[in-house]
Structure formats: structure tokens, C-alpha cells
């Protein structure tokens, strides 16, 4: 690589000037000619049979278009939603989900009718008159009660409440635990969260009859997928179905899938002949779009009295909700990740996934990592309790130490320094003086803690040998770079920034692999209709396989480029030498020409024999293998026993990314990942009624997302281990703050009350459940 | 999100709000600031046919001293009274809530009225209006404030009744507010005001019961000389706090108890 100029250089992000000053393009800034608005009508139970709707009332309403339910759609749209649970191989059942229910509704808040009028508060006037008969049926919350046979039925035509029954055997567990100086069970709880992104989803279909022709804006994480799969139901082909996605508020997962209501929209776009536009408020936000984590895990540890770590056995039970999330299979990885960073005899692990009377659980950053670093890091901590060692040499001792690793399920680890990271946080946290001065205080009846997550996460979705079990898919990305006459860049990518700042990043990695300033290189995602096929951003791939299909293309063009400029020297290819953008003949730099200069003489007359005119290219990247970053986090807390107030003191973060392309953008992914986490382990958790199956939390008065005010500042160093796995050598970042951060938290928390005799503590640790604990172990 | 269709109708004197309020009927809502009513409205919790803005009526934005008591007119918002130079002289602790009423744009647009009418428990005036004996002055009547938190946001306001203004002795003395509270903007999970009064104590509840509550047991407790932690033993008689999605009703009982000898203490040492 040439020497880099703007890969790794700290600038700014160039999307910021335009979003902090209010001229962002979202959804509900698109506006079209003689556009209706939507308006669902969604099941205020949580388990009913619907005798009848009676839309006369809201048809009669004033401005009212359409009034529509599963009926009108069934004919438009052709099928179900899709669901990818391939991943486990296991028992499973999968219901179908029409985008609205027709007789049985299974959640609070599944769409039962949609109201189209001329605007949007016509609309919600007249979803209100819409009347919908409804039997209520047993709804079933918990999870345990679920999987008992003989348990109501989440859906009335299923056999059970099981979606999913998986085994995950990773070596001799019996040997691994007969070898045991001691055996501890715990059971860990990950509740549910909501994704909460600051811009709600929401939708514009504008269907043109005649042409068969399709727009579709919507805030999402995957336009290309959701064409193919809402173009396909609605009987669009690709050419002719176009998924535009301009600035999205923030995903975190949520906005992953194709939801009913970009079919629903799509298809009343169609039958009332009008574009429709549909906003999701935040109540409905906060129903109907999947939710995270919700996972309950029953873990068994073996390890012997020196602290080496011999066998780990875990089950996780998993709420699906009523309906499988199309990605909710996804969420069994925490079994495959479930040793993090040290090195197992044996680990074995199942998944149950269950269905209850809820929305959705989908990927929620991290998905499946942060359950699984919560989990072996508790683990871990109870060891070093029970043997009386300090948790950070347990740690060390067990830490896998060479690379690449191939873990208890053969997934093989590509780069670590799992003890520098460990090492670095201690010493920036003073880690001595913390612990003596925590003896101090709890001479004085203060209580602080210490916790530690050492994590390491998979990421990089995903090499196409290890996703194609899941139906085929082969997650690759893609990358158009087109060289533009006078020298401008325009580079067309399937990922699709929700906020990472990739119009940043990407137009580094183009600048410095083409040799052309950063200004003149324009990154353009979120649009079918001008980019090439991908599988969009999730997993924290979208610089590590999406950035890396941007360096193929561009050495495509420098290729191409070496061509013209020995064309134009008169020169052989081997000899044109190519330095940040500037092409010469070997010995003869001070004659060089600009890739501006030859993309102008690629467009023109007088090329070589046989070279095709223009200077673009196309790539797809199928990477080797997923990445693996790591790191550690401390954080250190102090509790008021008295009221169970939690206070972060301090939170220290060393992450390792691998190359790091603008350290700005690592930080702010991190900020907002680590306070995510942090969220999870205090404030956040979806209630619902166990029995009505009702929302508990259904404003964001009652659902605890908490501000600046309430996070720590983050003191963030990284260690660089680059990635072998692909030439720029990066990792992703988008995650890692979310799959470190809650565990370190409460970690922290349990170590300030282990002078209650307090062992174990679960999420959200809210100030009421700590002082009953707290009172509980004084009595 | 979105409300129910309604009337508006922006009234320029209080009579005018007054015969707006009988010609709309029983379903017509004053509103102030709308931080309250606004909330409730948008989920459609609320769906007044018509709302009467008394933005627009001249004096009742004003704050004066006479005789030993302030009046704060209705419609003065929670930043003029966390600016009010007058008020942090005659009513420090109320300058002290105000501070931490909910977030900018709440501070910017919620008026004392709004609280005093809503009648809210958690709203952190009601408790002071409440143990410093305020009188709630309305276009029909005055109200004591021991008469007025009648029920869950249920006061002794008639349909046709606006609060005009809310006259609070001046007090001086020592005080002290905690709001135990998760995130920065939030309400009150618990709320303790104390403020002395000549030589005896007045202690305020908030959003421990349906309605403000005084804590009369507690006074009367210091009163007879016992210590912070003694008196505040006895809170549990002057509130009764129920479970929600913030913490069980168990918990809120014992937070009382720290709060209380915590503010006692507070409001004794910064003196
Ligand atoms: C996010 C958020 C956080 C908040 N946090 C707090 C907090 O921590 N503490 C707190 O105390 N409050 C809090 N509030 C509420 C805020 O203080 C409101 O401003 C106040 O409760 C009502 O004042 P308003 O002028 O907005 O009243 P409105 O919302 O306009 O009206 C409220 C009710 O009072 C009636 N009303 C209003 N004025 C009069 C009048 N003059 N005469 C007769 N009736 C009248 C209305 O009809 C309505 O029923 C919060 C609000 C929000 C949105």
C-alpha cells in the first residue's frame, strides 16, 4: 500500500454539517404529489381471535381513502414474511406471518387494519373508528411456563410453543467436568430492550400502475434486501422495484428486515393508486419493532482449584416473541461464543427458542455477543470469588494466547493480545489504587466495585462458506468505483450507513487507495436504483466486507490505470510506477501523471489496442473468514446501600479493532455502543403484564432510556492487532462497545456488595431491586 | 401521537376564558404551558373538544411580594421562576425545584399553574403549595391548598374555574428539596421538601400517594424534639406510595425514610 495520507487520520465526519443543522434527508421529509397517509389499526391484545371488523364507520370518516384489512391484501401481497433460521439445524417450527392477521392475533399490537387518508391526522381519526371484535385468548408471557407441555398456545394452530430446540456439543463435557475441583450454576438473565433509534421506522411507497413500477423510501439497514423480498411478494421484478434509504436515524438492528408495514404500505400504494406514506410514532415504535435480547441462560462451570477453567455447559432459553424474527435465529451465536476469550476443554450449549406473546426479539447490537460476554464473564467472576482469586489473574490464566484459535465449535479466531488489552485497562485505571482504596471505604461502610469484561467478538458477517447453511446466503458485499472524465470519484456500495459515518471512512480508504484527494471521491448507498447488489450493514461488516470490496474495485482501477499511463509513456506496465495517485516510469517521477489525467484519456480517442473505453470497475468481496476484535473494559462503581443507587466512578475502555481508519469515528461507535450497554445493565427493560400480555412500558416516560447526564465519561485507548483476515486489516467496531459494557457494570456492582455476601446480580440493577437484595442479605 | 381533533380558541381576559369554558362545555380544557396535557393528549389519554389558551392573557405572568407572602400569577413559567431574583430571596426552595423540573423545553414552557391545576403528585410545587399553606387563587374563589389535592390529578377546581395565581407565605428559613430521581429530566421517583418555619418544620411528600402529601407526622415528631432519623421513622403514616414500572411500593416507603433524614440533614448543615 502506498503511504496512506488519510487512512487512520482523525478528520471530522463530512455527513455531521448537514445532520446537525437540521438538513438531513429522512423519512418523513419525503413528500410526493398527491400523497395519502397510513394509519395502523394494531391488536390491543395480546392473544385474540377476531370475529369481525367493521370499517364502515371509519370508511364514512372525513378524508378517508382506503380502509383495509388481510382480506383486501391477501390478493396483493403474495406470501409471508420472510424468516432465516437456518441457522439452527434442529427441531424447529416455523409459522408463516402474513404482514396482517386475519383471524388470530398473537401480540399487542400486531396490525389487524390500516386506514389511508388524505393526511395523517385524518388517518389516526378514522383507525379509531374502526371496529374490531375480538375473543380474547390466554396469552402466554413466560417463558418456562411456555415450554411446559400442556401450556396455552401462543398461536392456536401450532403443536407447542417451541421454535427451536438446538444442540451445540464442543468436546468431552463429562471428562471436562469429572476433572473438576469445583462446579458452580448460575442462571444469568438478559432482558428485553427496545432498539430505540432516534428516528422511528417509517415508510413511502409509491407504486405507478400500468408500469408495474415501485419506489419505495424507507429507514432501513438493507435496502437491497428489502426489494428483494417486498418486491417479491408484490410481484415487482428488481428492474423495476427501487428501495431508496437517505439518511437513517439509527438502527441498531431493528432495521434489518423487511417489517408488514413496508409490505402493507406497498400494497396500498397499489390499490388506492396513490403514494402512501407511513411514520411510525413512538408508541407503536416501541410495539412493533422487534426488540433485543430477552433470553434467559442456565449456566454450569467446572474448574479447578488453581483457577484453570475446564468445561462450560449452558442453556439458553430464548424469547422469540409470537413470531420468528427473520434474523432471531442469529441470537443462538451467543452458544457458539459463549467462552469468550479463554480456552475451554469442553463446552456444551442448547438453545431453546420460545414462543410467547410478544413482539419479535431480533438482532439488538451485538446480538448474541454481548449475551455471550455476560455470561462467561460472569462466570468467570464467581470462579475467582468461590477460589478466592483475584478475577483479573483468572482471567490471564485462561486466556487463548496464540492465533489463530480454533475454538470448542471450530470457528477459528483470526488475531488477539487478549493481556495487553487486560493489562493496558489496569494500569489506566490504576487498578492498585482502586482496590486500596476500596478497603478504605468499606471501612467507612462505603461500598465501591471493580468489574472487568475481557471480551472478544465475531463480526464481519460473514464468509460465505460458514452463512451458507442458513438458506444459501453468502454475505458478501459489493463496491462500484467509477472514475469520472475530470478525475472525480463516485464509489456505489451495497452497505448502508445508519449512522456510522461510511461516507466518511470509505471516501479515506478511496482517497489514499487511488492516490485522489478525499474531496473529490462521493460515496453513494441506500439507493437500488444507483448501487450494486448487498447485503447491507449489521454485524459490523460494513467496513471489513464492504470496505474491502471498495479496495478491489479501486485496484481494479489502478490496474486499469497502470495500462493508460504506460500507454501514454510509451512505456511497459512493469514499469509505471504508481505513488499516492501519481503514475511514472520506474527512475522518472518528475514526469508523472495525475489518475485525473488518464481517467480524462480513458474517455478519449487514441486508447491502446483492445482497452475499452472509461475507468470503472466492480467488486464483490467474499471475505475468508469473520473478524474477531477484543478488548477490555473496567468500570468502577460505587453503591449507596441505602437507597441501591448506582454511581460509575470510572469507566475504562481498551478496545482493539485492528487498523483503525479514522480513530474519531472507533471512538464515537464506541461511546454510543458503551453507553447502550451500560443502559442495558441499569436502566433499560420492556415490561409486559404476565397476564394481560399488556405493554408496561409503552412511552418512553416508563422505558428508561438514559441521557449524557447519566453515563460516565468514557476514557477509550485501543491496542492495534491488525486482522489477518483481510488487506486493510481492520475489525469492526459498531458492536463492541454494546458486547463489553453491560457485564463490566455489573461486575462492578456485585464486587461492591460482596461484603453483603452478594454473589450474583441481574439486569437492569435498578436501585429498588439492590437495596432488596441488599436488605434480604442483612436479615 | 397524534391528538383527537379539537377546538382552539385563545382568549384574551379571564372572563372570556371563563364564558369559552361554559359555551365549550364540560369537555373544553384550559391550557398553559401544555407539558402535562399536551402528553396526554398525543396518546389520546386525554380528548378535550376543545382547548382554551390562556397564553395570551395579560397579567397573569407576574410575581409580587406584599404582607409577607408572594403571589406568583399562573402563568408564570418554571425558568422565570428559576430566574426570579425576588423569589430566591422569599421562596428559595421553590427557585430549587424549578431548577429541576424536567428538561429546557419543559422549564420553557410549563407554567405554575399548570402544575397547581394538574394537580399532579409528582409535581414538585404541589407538595410545597401544600405544607407551606398556599392559597390557590382562581377567577371564582380562593382555595387552601390543605383543601384543594382532592384524588388522583383530581382537585377542587370547577370545570369553569382558572387558576389566576398561587400566593405562598414568604419563607426564609431553611430548606432543603430531594428529588430521587434515575435520569436528569425525569419526575420524581420520591420527593422530600423540608422548609422551617419559625421554629418548627414543614415537610413536604412528592408523588408518594395520589396526592401531594404533607408529612404531618414527621413535623410533628420534630416539633417534639426528636431527632431526624427518629421523625422520619414515622413518614410511613404520611404517605402511601404504590408499585409501578420505577420501583415497588416497599421500596418507596424505605427511599422516604433515608430522603427525609438526608434533607433534614441537608437543610440543617447548609445553614
Ligand atoms: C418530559 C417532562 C418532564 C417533566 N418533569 C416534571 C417534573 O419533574 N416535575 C414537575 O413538577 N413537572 C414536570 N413536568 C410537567 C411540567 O411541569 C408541566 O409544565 C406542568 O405539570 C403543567 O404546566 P403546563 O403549563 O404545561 O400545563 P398544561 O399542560 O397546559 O395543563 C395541565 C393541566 O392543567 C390545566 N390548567 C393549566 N393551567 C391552568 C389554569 N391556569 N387554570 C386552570 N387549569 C389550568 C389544564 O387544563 C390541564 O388539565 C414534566 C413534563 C414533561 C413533558
Redesign the pocket.
Known sequence: MAVTSMIGARIQRREDPKLITGHGNFIDDVNLVNMAHMSVVRSPHAHARIRSIDTSAAMASKGVVAVLTAADFKPVIGGPLPVTNSFVADKKQVPEQFPIAADEVAYAGEPVAVVVADDRYLADDAAQLVVVDYEPLPAVMDIEKAMEPGSPLVKSDRPDNIGWDAAFPGGDIDAAFAEADVVLKQRIGQQRVFPTAMETRGCVADYIPYDNRCTLWTSTQVPHFIRLFVGGALGVPESQFRVVSHDVGGGFGAKLRPYPEEYLATAASKLTERPVKWIEDRTESLQATTQGRGQIFDVEVAAKRDGTLLGLKFTQLLDIGAYHGVFSAFQVVACLLGGGCYTWKAINARSIGVFTNRMSTDPYRGAGRPEATHLVERIVDLVALELGMEPAEVRRKNFITSFPHTNNFGLVYDSGEYAKSLDRAMANIDYPALRKRQEELRAQGRYTGIGFSTYVEICGLGPSSATAPAAGIALVESSMVRVHPTGSVTVSVGTHSHGQGHETTFAQIVADTLGVPYDSVEIRHGDTGDTPFGYGTYGSRSLAVGGMAIMASCHKVVEKAKKLAAHAFEASEEDIVVDQGRYFVRGNPSEAKALAELAFASYGAGLPEGMEHGLEAVSYFDPPNFVWPFGCHICAVEVDPETGGVSIDRYVAVDDCGNVINPMVVDGQLHGGIAQGISQALFEEVLYDDETGQMLTGTM?DYFIPTMAEMPHFELDRTVTPSPTNELGVKGIGEAGTIASSIAVINAITDALTPFGIKHVEMPARPDRLWSMIKEARA | MITAPFEYARPRSVDEAQSLLNKYGSDA???????????LMRLRL?QPTALID?QGIRG?NEVRRDNGSVEIG??V??VDIQRNAMLRESLPILVEMSN????NQ?RN???I???I??G?A?????AVALMLDAEII?NKRRHQARDFYRDIFTTA?EHD????AVRFPVSTGRFAYT?F?RRL????IAGVAVQETGSSWRVGYVNLATTPRRGSAVEAALAGGASAADAAAQSGSDIDPTSDVRATAEYKRHLTQVLTVRTLQKATMAA
Open positions: 416516560l | 380544557k384550559v391550557i398553559a404551558g401544555g407539558q402535562s396535557l399536551i402528553p386525554s390562556i397573569l399562573a402563568l413559567r418554571h429541576d423540573v424536567g428538561d419543559v414552557l410549563g407554567t399553574g399548570g402544575v391545576a394538574h399532579d409528582a409535581g414538585d410545587y404541589n382562581t377546581l374555574e382558572v387558576v389566576t428529588k430521581r429530566y425525569d419526575w420524581a
